[in-house]
């Protein structure tokens, strides 16, 4: 990875900030193009403010002129696309915003890594590589047994899995149209450090240290395929510098879990951490709320392909993962606080109570 360039998409949000934090610790020079909306922060970059290692950059992938710009300048060795609208419950007040982002942009990234690597020399044209961050949504919703794998049909049910989906198949199409050398993987639920509070596991931590009602959609059995972020970051790397040009790898954390099962491990966690002055456990203030309009019962990976053709796992079990995510959190309240002056208040999207 030393003396590699890379051009990181999304790289101030979640995934892809913690992404590029550890690429520019292993000595990659990371092009950093974010557009900042409302879960971009770069308050997770704070430790590479004077690293020669980061150029950040502000805007969108749908912006060509300045992607090509940042191509012909910074001549990079590959193309991480992390940039993408990703939670679902917006995605059912606004769509629209996904489909710009998610498709629109994707197109218009693929594009202009398109004609930047037809312009390479020979042996800088062979290595170069364009990847692709997705996520196992696209695959639909499995019943009570079953995982995706690689082959699973697509098959969509939020305008968010949608609008990923749409940007897999173009990312495909323009493998086996111009010859565009792309990965893509399609990754479980991701949690750790500096991710936006609107999703499951901060919003809990942050709900019952509040002393708020913590809400459980439903009854609380969806279930999920729980990968630490870190986890995440080195399974792409190991894609980026092994993986067969056209392929898809799916990246999973072998930790299926309930959701509630989830609310309820973070609680106790908070109980040994920060018991409530009353006495009372946290999981006193779960409150069940109504579902999400076409909630997916459960997803679950088939991480095989990845483990027999790159030789990757998960490092990181579940319990030691959450457990240092709730010390992360208790310890950087700060971060959290700033996002909470903003325009979020740890209110529900997507139609819901």
Request: aromatic residues 10%.
């Given at each position: 990875?030393a003396n590699?360039?890379w ?8 995934i892809g ?13 990371a092009?950093n193009?974010?557009?900042l909306?409302y ?7 704070k430790s ?5 290692g980061?150029v ?12 090509t710009q ?13 940039a993408?609208?990703?939670?679902v419950?917006r995605s059912?007040?606004g ?7 998610n ?11 398109r004609?930047?690597?037809?312009e ?20 639909g919703s499995l019943g ?9 049909p697509?098959?969509?049910n ?12 173009l990312v495909r199409a ?6 565009l050398p792309?990965?893509t ?8 450090p500096?991710?936006f509070p609107?999703k499951?596991?901060?919003?809990v931590?942050?709900?019952?240290v ?5 809400p ?9 395929d729980?990968l630490?972020?870190r986890d995440?970051?080195?399974a ?9 040009a056209?392929?898809v ?11 509630l099962?989830?609310v309820?491990?973070i ?8 018991p409530r002055t ?5 999981a006193?203030?779960?409150s069940?709320v109504?579902d999400?309009?076409g ?8 991480a095989?392909?990845i ?8 490092a990181t079990r579940f319990?030691d ?6 010390d992360w ?11 909470l002056?903003?325009?979020?208040r740890?209110q529900?999207f997507?139609g819901?109570?």
């Amino acid at each position: 990875m030393a003396n590699k360039t890379w051009l990181v998409t999304g790289g101030a949000g979640f995934i892809g900030g913690n992404f590029v934090l550890d690429a520019v610790a292993a000595g990659v020079k990371a092009i950093n193009l974010d557009a900042l909306t409302y879960a971009g922060n770069l308050d997770t970059l704070k430790s590479l403010e004077n690293s020669p290692g980061h150029v950040f950059v502000h805007g969108g992938i749908g912006d060509r002129a300045l992607v090509t710009q940042l191509l012909t300048e910074h001549q990079p060795d590959a193309i991480l696309n992390f940039a993408a609208e990703s939670h679902v419950d917006r995605s059912i007040d606004g769509p629209a915003a996904f489909v710009q982002t998610n498709v629109v942009g994707t197109l218009a990234l693929l594009e202009c890594a398109r004609d930047y690597w037809r312009e390479l020399p020979d042996a800088r044209r062979d290595a170069f590589r364009f990847l692709h961050v997705s996520t196992d949504e696209v695959y639909g919703s499995l019943g009570d047994t079953g995982l995706f794998t690689e082959t699973t049909p697509y098959a969509p049910n939020s305008p968010y899995s949608a609008s990923k989906a749409a940007s897999d198949h173009l990312v495909r199409a323009f493998h086996h149209t111009y010859g565009l050398p792309v990965l893509t993987t399609n990754c479980s639920n991701n949690y750790g450090p500096y991710q936006f509070p609107e999703k499951l596991i901060p919003l809990v931590i942050a709900k019952a240290v509040a002393g708020e009602p913590i809400p459980v959609y439903g009854d609380g059995g969806n279930v999920r395929d729980w990968l630490f972020v870190r986890d995440h970051c080195s399974a792409i790397v190991r894609v980026l510098e092994a993986g067969r040009a056209g392929g898809v790898y799916n990246i999973g954390g072998n930790a299926e879990r309930r959701n509630l099962e989830v609310v309820e491990a973070i609680c106790g966690l908070l109980d040994e951490r920060r018991p409530r002055t009353d006495g009372k456990p946290r999981a006193s203030q779960i409150s069940f709320v109504r579902d999400r309009p076409g909630h997916d019962r459960r997803y679950a990976i088939d991480a095989g392909k990845i483990r027999d053709e790159l030789g990757w796992t998960p490092a990181t079990r579940f319990q030691d993962g959450l457990a240092a995510t709730v010390d992360w959190y208790l310890a950087n309240t700060a971060w959290t606080q700033r996002i909470l002056d903003g325009n979020y208040r740890l209110q529900r999207f997507g139609g819901g109570d």
